[in-house]
């Protein structure tokens, strides 16, 4: 996996820059999700970052262990409330190993494109099986690839063009690989930010889980389970390894 592209610049405004995602209306239905997937055991988030969704999963209850290849991330996550409640390990989440078994394994927010080669995410998704407990289930949330809407020569799509922040993202159809390029204004001054990418097809994504011996349980277009179409940006889709 490349060195983390979170370093501490953008540790210290990754929350407020990210804000629409704290929202309750974004937050509530995610967690509803994993709680309920989780069920009684513990629950494992590859990439737990700042801790957006490990904090309230495990304010309901779940224990939440977490892996990370950032540092600075990490940090925050340990400076807020109950923090000190998430177990992590910094490491590549494609290959590091934790302790024990996990009746669920997750990714949120685009984060397995953060691995940028198809090497990187087939190991992930080994690595999830071999981490959750029989029976368990893996879920990603990932956007669907733009690449339609680009004409015939094009590379580039915005997708925030806002007072505060531009956003482009720059892609390689024949290598499925995309770089977002971000630009925030502030006080005066122009910080930029660019992150590598691997985008999948969910047929791809479940080859990569049949191969780690999972099943496709059910694919969504949201957190509140409503139908995933050709239309849908983005899916969340549930692998189940098998009972023993």
């Keep these: 996996m490349a060195d983390s592209h979170f370093d501490e610049p953008i540790a210290r405004h990754y929350d407020e820059r990210s804000s629409d995602m704290f929202d309750p209306a974004v937050l509530g239905p995610t967690v509803d999700f994993l709680a309920e997937l989780a069920g009684n055991g513990g629950a494992l988030e590859f990439g737990v970052g700042t801790g957006r969704v490990a904090l309230p999963l495990a304010e309901r209850g ?32 494609a290959t590091t190993k934790v302790e024990g078994a996990f009746s669920l394994v997750y990714l949120v927010f685009n984060t397995i494109m953060n691995l940028t080669t198809q090497d990187e995410q087939v190991a992930c998704f080994a690595n999830a099986a071999e981490h959750l407990a029989p029976g368990g289930s893996f879920v990603i949330e990932v956007i669907v690839p733009e690449v339609q809407k680009l004409a015939p020569g094009e590379t580039i799509r915005p997708f925030a063009v806002e007072a505060a922040h531009l956003g482009f993202d720059e892609y390689d159809v024949a290598n499925q690989t995309l770089v977002s390029h971000h630009y925030w204004f502030t006080d005066g001054e122009i910080h930029g930010h660019r992150v590598p990418f691997r985008y999948a ?12 011996g999972m099943t496709l349980e059910g694919r969504w277009a ?17 692998w189940e390894k098998a009972a023993e």
Aim: glycine share 8%; aromatic share 8%.
């Design 62 to 93: 779940v224990p939440v262990h977490g892996v990370d290849s950032s540092p600075a991330m990490v940090e925050r996550l340990a400076a807020k409330p109950g923090g000190d409640a998430i177990g992590v390990t910094i490491g590549d989440f």
């Design 201 to 212: 097809w969910p047929a791809e994504f479940d080859l990569m889980a049949r191969m780690a």
């Design 222 to 238: 949201d957190w509140d389970r409503s139908p995933f179409t050709a239309d849908s940006p983005k899916h969340v889709s549930v």
